[in-house]
């Protein structure tokens, strides 16, 4: 593993520099959900990460944390307060250009680029994803996730995003879901529903079932220089995401354009 450490990040690399960069912002959000008892937990690759390498997988150029809806509505009343200078909260609400259903902490002193929709965006430093888990039903969130990409995201797309129509009406249909549709598929979820199995939230087009069982009790894990919390049953976490987990992948496709990061902050 180090031998990939050395040939995709080596200290020093622009990559590596990147990792480094959310790394601290991860542990500036660990600080808070401590201090204010708020459970989360690394997720998805930066979960296999830490059970592969120990950290960051060596080209990943992303990092994920998971925590259930009551306890991510809690840290983002928190965060306006708690959250170092050096970071900026990112929701709908704090920059109308950013239209998922999940959040990130944003870093002031770098800009990346992502996807094309980003020249939306407000606030474009590096960041963390921030993702709420709900217990609902697969039918209801891909429902959900097929009508965000059609109502919501196609608007935010280059070259729609210069035009003043187009932007009003994301708006509109941003509002219509969020406000009233998925409230009412989150009423609907109580009836009947399977309490073991959480997904993203309504909106959010990352289909994969997570189980409870799998997650609690949490547990702890070595990340890069510090321990974080993982889920108690990483094995079964990663294999139902990703099968064989510990086989290397034959492709490798970091998810970032471009990265500048100001050193002197």
């Not at 998971?66 to 170092?84: G, H, T, V, W």
């Not at 009003?168 to 009233?180: E, G, R």
């Amino acid at each position: 593993m180090d031998e990939l450490r050395q040939r995709y990040n080596p200290e020093g690399s622009l990559l590596r520099r990147h990792q480094l960069r959310m790394l601290e912002i991860l542990k500036e959000i660990d600080r808070i959900c401590q201090k204010h008892r708020i459970d989360y937990w690394l997720s998805s690759g930066t979960l296999l990460g830490a059970v592969r390498h120990g950290g960051f997988i060596p080209w990943d150029d992303d990092l994920d944390i998971e925590m259930e809806r009551k306890d991510y509505l809690r840290l983002l009343q928190l965060l306006p307060e708690e959250l170092n200078d050096a970071y900026l909260l990112q929701t709908h609400g704090t920059d109308p250009g950013f239209i998922s259903t999940y959040a990130k902490i944003r870093d002031k002193y770098s800009a990346i680029t992502e996807h094309e929709e980003d020249i939306n965006y407000r606030y474009k430093g590096i960041f963390i994803d921030i993702f709420q888990m709900e217990v609902t039903s697969y039918p209801l969130v891909r429902f959900a996730a097929a009508l965000h990409r059609r109502l919501v995201y196609k608007y935010n797309r280059v070259p729609y995003a210069g035009n003043g129509f187009r932007k009003f009406q994301m708006q509109i249909n941003y509002t219509l879901l969020t406000q009233l549709l998925y409230p009412c598929l989150r009423t609907a979820a109580r009836i009947g529903r399977n309490k073991e199995v959480m997904h993203h939230t309504y909106g959010t087009c990352f289909l994969t079932p997570r189980y409870k069982s799998d997650i609690y009790p949490l547990s702890k894990l070595q990340f890069e220089d510090q321990q974080f919390p993982v889920p108690g049953n990483t094995h079964a976490y990663l294999t139902k995401m990703f099968g064989d987990y510990m086989r290397l992948p034959d492709s490798i496709q970091p998810h970032t354009t471009s990265v500048k990061i100001d050193d002197q902050n």
